[in-house]
């Protein structure tokens, strides 16, 4: 069964909501303009309730099917946008400096409310669907807060489901894979505090740019050296700051950076090897090192089942030979995890085409993704709500 007629139809409203929130964007909790948007469809879209507050900013839609017989659906969307500077040259290019939806999460919230309008029309399933619209994915953990605001007893969800653009995948295709599918992030802040100086005397220092270069290079060794090769683990280093002057070796310097695991046994020995290595390099310079070191997402790990049900839903969409049901994990991360270890669920990739990819100030959302999407979470909401 092709895309529904219906959300071919409302493409271009879907696209000019889309381009809308493409405009205002809004950055982790703040997204108050955005919630504002979603909260008034909702509510001209008829839907039996319409709940706000949720997670600080979140917003829940429930609309009941024709028969109610208990069974709630979560769908969910993000709707945050990240701290860069746009540079499509788009018409509806962000108008706040230095904010952008660089990940897409306008077309996810755009796609979500164009299911729901059609689901409000038809009601075509048993029990009830909720649509959720979450603030603060990129860093923020909004989907924990929804998940701590009692979000899942509230509206009785039983099984819950997530969406994200990916570029380089054709519209028109989905993606998914059983089990971890998304990594466990983590930050760190690392302080090296040695004896600055004059840097035409660097024997009378304890230099902190030369010890914290060897930092960054020996933690390139947790990946190459210290974790089992098979397994999959990121540790990058992505802020180095020290000194202000040519001819002065700075007292302190600061590294900053993340770590990417699919497993909890190896972000643990992760973290090992940085101390470890935090205190070797410590003891052989005399310098001071601390390691700050702050767990954030957990694992997104999809749920069997309903895994199995996602991709047999996608075909329905999009045709069985355009639905990868075992794409390789990715490294980012993503906070969904918090809503898949509350509920069993999973997690979907669709096609946003050729574009730029996620966190870049050149790309854009591909309104041509909208149908394939709308469609998605249609059929899923359906055929899950079957009566």
């Known amino acids: 069964m092709p895309i529904l007629n219906r959300a071919a139809e409302m493409q271009e409203e879907i696209a000019a909501w889309r381009r809308h929130l493409h405009s205002i964007p809004e950055l982790n909790f703040g997204t108050h303009k ?12 008829g839907c039996d309730e319409v709940v706000t507050g949720l997670g600080r900013t979140g917003v829940v839609g ?9 069974r709630t659906v ?9 701290p860069i500077t746009e540079k499509t040259g788009k018409p509806y290019a962000s108008s706040v400096p230095g904010v952008m939806h660089a990940c897409g999460h306008d077309g996810h919230t755009a796609m979500l409310l164009g299911a729901a309008k059609y689901l409000a029309e038809t009601r075509n399933f048993s029990g009830a669907v909720a649509v959720i619209f979450q603030p603060a994915e990129e860093g923020g953990g909004g989907g924990h807060e929804m998940v701590k605001d009692g979000m899942m007893e509230r509206f009785a969800i039983e099984r819950v489901f ?5 570029p380089g995948l054709p519209i028109g295709q989905f993606a998914t894979r059983p089990g971890a599918i998304m990594a466990a992030t983590a930050e760190f802040t690392i302080t090296v505090t040695g004896k600055g100086g004059h840097a035409a005397m660097p024997h009378r220092t304890i230099d902190s740019i030369v010890i914290g270069s060897q930092l960054v290079m020996a933690l390139q060794t947790i990946a190459s050296r210290g974790i089992d090769p098979v397994e999959s683990v990121v540790v990058s280093v992505t802020k180095f700051h020290g000194g202000d002057a040519y001819n002065v070796i700075p007292e302190r310097v600061q590294i900053a950076g993340t770590v990417r695991s699919l497993k909890d046994a190896v972000a643990a020995t992760a973290r090992a ?21 702050e767990p954030n997402y957990p694992v997104t790990v999809n749920h069997s089942e309903e895994t199995t049900f996602a991709c047999d839903v996608a075909a329905t969409v999009a045709g069985e030979p355009n639905v990868n049901r075992a794409v390789p994990p990715v490294m980012g991360g993503e906070d969904f995890s918090y809503m898949l270890e509350a509920r069993p669920g999973a997690f979907i990739f669709v096609g ?12 854009d959302f591909n309104d041509e993704a909208i149908p394939h999407g709308v469609s998605y979470w249609v059929r899923l909401a359906e055929t899950a709500l079957a009566a």
Not at 62 to 70: E, K, N, S, V, W
Not at 162 to 166: A, D, E, F, L, V
Not at 277 to 293: D, F, M, N, T
């Open 74 to 82: 979560g769908l969910r969307a993000d709707m945050d946008a990240l």
């Open 162 to 166: 997530g969406m994200h653009n990916m």
């Open 352 to 363: 946003n085409g050729d574009t730029a990819n996620l966190h870049h100030p050149g790309y």
């Open 34 to 45: 955005t919630s504002d948007f979603v909260t008034g469809k909702l509510k001209e879209f």
């Open 273 to 293: 090897r940085m101390e470890a290595i935090c205190a070797g390099i410590a003891a052989a310079s005399q310098a001071s090192i601390h390691l700050e070191y």
């Open 62 to 70: 429930l609309i009941r099917g024709r028969h109610g017989d208990g």
